[in-house]
């Protein structure tokens, strides 16, 4: 079950950085190149960065799972690594959000608030 375990872990990361890489190369470039995007806040770049950031967060969260899976292989679990792991993903997500978006999506607040709270339920 263990090598089962690593195994799925691994594929998980590894999905991660596929879905990204070729998500990114074969249909958002493509899409980006379409004349009739949305336009949020008076152009398209808003909406194109909040599909970018919403199509790369699954990678995040998905390496998240992966790292849980790694636990669950070594039978580590506990209330402080799953608040850790679910802290990490949430205040990198937040702060990837923030930094992209500059601050205009506020979705980095709702990421850092969750992050934060994880971070302090697993250090208390």
Known sequence: MTTLLYT???LTFAIGIVHSVLGERYILTRLFRRKNLPKLFGGTEFTILTLRFAWHITTI?????????VLLAERSLSFHSISMIVAV?????GIIALVA???RHYSWLVFLF?????????VT
Do not use: D, E, N, R
């Open 8 to 10: 799925a872990a691994f």
């Open 61 to 69: 969260a998905w390496w998240g799972f992966a790292a849980i899976l």
């Open 89 to 93: 993903t949430f205040l990198v997500t």
């Open 101 to 103: 978006s500059k601050g």
């Open 114 to 122: 969750i992050g934060g709270v994880s971070l302090y339920a697993a």
